[in-house]
Nanobody
Framework: QAQLVESGGGLVQAGGSLRLSCAAS????????MGWFRQAPGKEREFLAA????????HYADSVKGRFTISVNTAGNTVYLQQNNLKPEDTADYYC?????????????????WGQGTQVSVSS
């Protein structure tokens, strides 16, 4: 059974850093695009970043460009989201997802597999 499991969320002060991890298992995701999204209470799910498993192609939302970095550990079937200079408005549930599109989609509807999410809270 295909599974994506996020970890690494928590409570951090503004200006701090976190590294979120997404462990992929249960099927071969090597041909999939991996993405990170977040959803704050009362808001729509927001695209953050996407990457292919070679790590050579990446795409970021303007809102996190320069602060967040997406990367992959192919051997470990793990995708990461390094978050630096966190702000209170980054507070949300963060989700890892996989898409069979072949291109770096920013649309949630293109992603067929989703993790359960990990919570990030940033205090001011």
């Amino acid at each position: 059974q295909a599974q994506l499991v996020e970890s690494g969320g928590g409570l951090v002060q503004a200006g701090g850093s976190l590294r979120l991890s997404c462990a992929a298992s249960g099927r071969t995701f090597s041909s999939y695009i991996m993405g990170w999204f977040r959803q704050a209470p009362g808001k729509e799910r927001e695209f953050l970043a996407a990457i292919d498993w070679s790590g050579r192609r990446t795409h970021y939302a303007d809102s996190v460009k320069g602060r967040f970095t997406i990367s992959v550990n192919t051997a470990g079937n793990t995708v990461y989201l390094q978050q630096n200079n966190l702000k209170p408005e980054d507070t949300a549930d963060y989700y890892c997802a996989a898409a069979a599109t072949g291109f770096l989609s920013s649309k949630p509807k293109d992603y067929g597999y989703w993790g359960q999410g990990t919570q990030v809270s940033v205090s001011s």
